[in-house]
Antibody
Framework: EVQLVESGGGLVQPGGSLRLSCAAS????????MHWVRQASGKGLMWVSR????????TYADSVKGRFTISRDNAKNTLYLQMNSLRVDDTAVYYC???????????????????WGQGTTVTVSS | DIVMTQSPDSLAVSLGERATINCKSS????????????LVWYQQKPGQPPKLLIY???TRGSGVPDRFSGSGSGTDFTLTINSLQAEDVAVYYC?????????FGQGTKLEIK
């Protein structure tokens, strides 16, 4: 079964740090780019960050750039999000998601986030 | 950044009827190298993560019922749900996958009338 399981969320004070983990199973982790998406309570989805399959390319939303770092350990099939200098408005459920790939006639193209974890809750409050 | 705008914010449709949700991007999300529109639709039910419904604007995801369909190109897109079922009550989001940041629309809440 294809599965993503997040962990590491919790309550942290403003200015603090947390590291989220996302354990992947049931698919060749090294073949897929991975993403983090967050959702504040009662609000919409916000894309946070992306890392390519070998970890060499990372991209961030402006609101987290310089504070968050995405990484992966392909030997452990695990995705990470290191969150520093946390702010109250970072409070949200954080989802990890797989970047889907569809190959047509030998050419492979990304197409969206096709597998999602259940999410881990991060609360930033004093 | 590409801004994604959905309409309406909410709608109520009777069981068995058709629901239509629109999504507009602030710039074209048509990828010239493969002629695909990098527009994705997700369904999110309460307490659950989003589920991919439609990608490349009109291709149904694995296991998605054929009452869900997507259309559009360039900057204007539509999600249509035919023969609305009770289990279709959810919030629906569009997302552009053309370039980062992969922005989402604000969501459309679908209810039963």
């Amino acid at each position: 079964e294809v599965q993503l399981v997040e962990s590491g969320g919790g309550l942290v004070q403003p200015g603090g740090s947390l590291r989220l983990s996302c354990a992947a199973s049931g698919f060749p982790f090294t073949s897929y780019g991975m993403h983090w998406v967050r959702q504040a309570s009662g609000k919409g989805l916000m894309w946070v960050s992306r890392i390519n399959s070998d970890g060499s390319v990372t991209t961030y939303a402006d609101s987290v750039k310089g504070r968050f770092t995405i990484s992966r350990d392909n030997a452990k099939n695990t995705l990470y999000l290191q969150m520093n200098s946390l702010r109250v408005d970072d409070t949200a459920v954080y989802y990890c998601a797989r970047g889907g790939i569809n190959c047509i006639s030998g050419n492979c193209y990304s197409y969206g986030l096709d597998v999602w974890g259940q999410g881990t809750t991060v609360t930033v409050s004093s | 950044d590409i801004v994604m705008t959905q309409s309406p914010d909410s709608l109520a449709v009777s069981l068995g009827e058709r629901a239509t949700i629109n999504c507009k991007s602030s710039q074209s999300i048509l990828f010239s190298s493969n002629n695909k529109n990098y527009l994705v639709w997700y369904q999110q039910k309460p307490g659950q993560p989003p589920k991919l419904l439609i990608y490349w604007a009109s291709t149904r995801g694995s296991g998605v019922p054929d009452r869900f369909s997507g259309s559009g190109s360039g900057t204007d897109f539509t999600l249509t749900i035919n023969s609305l079922q009770a289990e279709d009550v959810a919030v629906y989001y569009c997302q552009q996958y053309y370039k980062t940041p992969h922005t989402f629309g604000q969501g459309t809440k679908l209810e039963i009338k």
